[in-house]
């Protein structure tokens, strides 16, 4: 059985999202965030940094949302949610899917990572940058997506879900309500059902 630890409203929705999406059996634990928690022996012995989330499969623990994603659609999904190797559509999978946590989600992270660091001197000049840096990818995203259903087209792939995770980051930290373009794509992507169960299974 697949575990997931996981804490409300992370990137653990990734893997949980993907789950779902696969009909893949899991099970989520959700951890104490605390940082004496996450810094404990005890979590760091599968999370090196002390990040969530962590997925273990059988002997395998990983502690990157994107690698579980990727892990669990190549593993466990008989060809869903992703082109083939050799698909002229794969580089844009990746491309997306990289894109999504490494560009755009780690920017938006950057201020939440600023405000638990410094509370009591949060520096609006960091914050302003790294809003900026975040709202050019949504604009990238905009760009690239134009009239497109999912990232990839017609067919809902790992880079959505990669990229609905990243959204609900944006519209928590960095600027509400979306432009209306992305607002349809959002709109789409948490009316999936396999979306609704997802945000049902962490609460
Ligand atoms: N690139 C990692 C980032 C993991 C990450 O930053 N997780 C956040 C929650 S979404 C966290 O644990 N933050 C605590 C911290 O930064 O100390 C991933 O995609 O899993």
Redesign the pocket.
């Known amino acids: 059985m697949i575990t997931i630890y996981h804490?409300p409203n992370?990137?653990?929705l990734?893997a949980i999202w993907t789950c779902e999406e696969l009909n893949v059996p899991y099970k989520i634990e959700l951890i104490d965030?605390s940082?004496e928690y996450?810094f404990s022996p005890e979590f760091l012995k599968i999370s090196p940094?002390?990040?969530?989330?962590v997925l273990q499969d059988d002997s395998i623990t990983m502690?990157?949302?994107?690698a579980?994603v990727h892990y669990l659609i190549d593993r466990y999904g008989e060809g869903k949610l992703r082109p083939e190797t050799g698909h002229s559509l794969y580089p844009t999978y990746l491309e997306w899917s990289w894109f999504a946590?490494?560009t755009f989600?780690?920017s938006a992270?950057e201020i939440?990572?600023h405000k638990?660091a410094f509370p009591e001197n949060i520096n609006v000049e960091v914050i302003t940058e790294f809003k900026r840096r975040s709202t050019f990818c949504l604009e990238a995203l905009m760009n690239f997506l134009g009239k497109k259903k999912w990232l990839l087209g017609d067919k809902f792939s790992g880079a959505d879900i990669m990229m609905g995770v990243g959204l609900t980051?944006y519209a928590r930290h960095v600027a509400k309500p979306f432009p209306s373009m992305i607002q349809k794509y959002f709109d789409r992507l948490s009316a999936r059902p396999a979306f609704v169960r997802t945000k049902q299974a962490e609460s």
């Open positions: 804490f992370t990137r653990g990734r965030f940082p996450r940094i002390g990040k969530v989330p502690s990157e949302s994107g579980m946590e490494a989600t780690s992270s939440i990572r638990r980051t």
